[in-house]
């Protein structure tokens, strides 16, 4: 797959999901899809998708109630 090309892959996830039966053994409780496997996008997404995961792994599930501000940044339309 090329970088630019935009398309999810998310096979690993779907093929892990499958696997359910067998997460206890290994000590996995849940899995998540994210970054690019989520939704495709520019470099910085996908590093922020991962270093949120980070953070967060373990915690309580926070939602959209971000600990901190993130630069959003916009197009001008002209």
Not at 36 to 48: R, S
Request: glycine content about 8%; charged content about 30%.
């Amino acid at each position: 797959m090329l970088v630019t090309s935009r398309q999810q892959d998310d096979g690993v996830w779907h093929e892990l999901k499958t696997r359910r039966d067998a997460w206890a053994d290994s000590g996995i409780r849940s899995i998540k899809v994210i970054g690019d496997a989520e939704a495709p996008g520019p470099i910085a997404w996908a590093t922020y998708a991962g270093h949120r995961f980070a953070r967060e792994l373990d915690e309580a599930d926070i939602g959209d109630a971000l600990p901190f501000r993130r630069e959003i940044t916009a197009l001008a339309v002209e």
